[in-house]
């Protein structure tokens, strides 16, 4: 039995991707680049999930009104995965084993709710790529919307 404000809809999908530029080891706010693409594509009512493609970097929703939280935030990870000569695996150089691990204590993907053409966030929440890596590097986000359609303009 459905509940008396339940409303069914057939669903139709869509998706992409985006590539961010980051700085190095840091946040970087993409809750505009993601809400942008929602735009484009007519997202209306669904689900949107965001994946990153590496291993050294990772996906989360956090604060977004005190910088200082990045702050703390970097610092806890640095504490959890330090660098040092103690790993194994050390090839692509002294960042890279604790970027793994963190990537691996954080978020590779993340599901967001949309209604009415926008993400359902918190009013102090935004969505960040955190890169786990000391130099910039160039990182793909794939975008999956799976929902109703304001229009099939873009929808393909």
Known sequence: ???QDTVRHPLSQAHGHIVVETNGAGFQDVTRHLANWLTEIGAENGLLTAFIRHTSASLTIQENADPNV?????RS????????PHYVHDTEGPDDMPAHIKSMLTSTSLGIPVVGGSMVLGTWQGLYVIEHRSRPHS???ALHYL???FSDAGVQ
């Open 1 to 3: 039995m459905l509940a």
């Open 70 to 74: 990045q702050v703390d935030l970097l």
């Open 77 to 84: 990870l640095d504490q959890l995965a330090p660098q040092g």
């Open 139 to 141: 990182r793909e986000i």
């Open 147 to 149: 929902g109703t359609f």
